[in-house]
Each structure stands twice: as structure tokens, then as C-alpha cells.
């Protein structure tokens, strides 16, 4: 028994020693003959030889939310009041009429104009801090 392999063997558990055996048929394999490392081709560490430099931290802009919902609230309040009017004048046999549907159309008017009003209450809000601080 001066095989490596079992020589490898016999520093591991005989339950671990059998299933080794019996995963690699026998026979000696690359990894056994590497002193129980399987070769890799590749570089020797994940690092790289540059020093590695912490970037400087920023201050969080605390601004960053209400410029976030600036253009969502503006579009939503064109897009909603628009499709609130389009369902009032598409044909009454289309499903998504305001004929099926009247108080959607309402609905959707009124938000609408809720969202842009507040859009445009952000939007000057924004203007005027940002005015201040610079």
C-alpha cells in the first residue's frame, strides 16, 4: 500500500477514505497526486497588486427623493386626466368606456390633477431649496 493515494487517505476519516475511493474508481487521480489539491489554472489570489484606495464618502443629498418623484408625478398627472378624457370619447361598445365604467373616468381626472398639482408644489419647493443653499 505505498500507493499516494492511499498514503492521503489515511490522515482522513476511513467513511471519507472509502467514498473518495469509490468516487474516483481505484485509480490515483490528479488531485491525490497534487497532495490532495486539484490543480487551477489561474491566478494564484482573487486580489489584484494594486493598493486598494477607499473612496471618499459623500455627503447623501438630502434633495435626492423629491427630485426621484419630480418627473413620475408630472407625467402621471398628464397621462391619468388624458386617458380619464379618452375613455369618455371612445366608442360606448369598447369595454374600457366610460359608459361601463363612469366613475373611473372621474376618478382618474381627479387624481390626475391632484398628482401634477403636487408635481408642480415639489418642483418649486426644489427650486427654492436649492436657491437657498447655493
Known amino acids: 500500500m505505498n500507493d499516494p493515494q492511499h498514503e492521503n ?9 472509502a467514498a473518495l475511493d ?27 497588486k494594486r493598493p486598494t484606495v477607499a ?3 459623500r455627503r447623501p443629498d438630502p ?8 418627473p413620475l408625478l408630472l407625467v402621471l398627472g398628464i397621462f391619468l386626466p388624458a386617458l380619464g378624457v ?3 370619447v371612445i366608442d360606448q361598445d369598447n369595454p374600457l368606456s366610460a359608459g361601463n365604467l363612469p366613475r373611473i373616468s ?3 381626472l381627479v387624481m390626475g390633477a ?8 415639489n418642483v418649486l419647493s426644489v427650486r427654492k431649496k436649492l436657491r437657498r443653499s447655493a
Do not use: C, N
Open 9 to 17: 487517505q489515511q490522515s482522513i476519516s476511513p467513511d471519507l477514505a
Open 22 to 48: 469509490a468516487m474516483s474508481g481505484g485509480q490515483s487521480s490528479a488531485a491525490s497526486q497534487a497532495g490532495g489539491f486539484a490543480p487551477v489554472i489561474g491566478p494564484v489570489s482573487g486580489r489584484s
Open 55 to 57: 473612496a471618499p464618502r
Open 63 to 70: 434633495l435626492f427623493m423629491q427630485r426621484t418623484f419630480i
Open 86 to 88: 379618452a375613455q369618455r
Open 106 to 108: 372621474i376618478l382618474l
Open 114 to 121: 391632484a398628482l401634477l398639482a403636487l408635481g408642480i408644489v
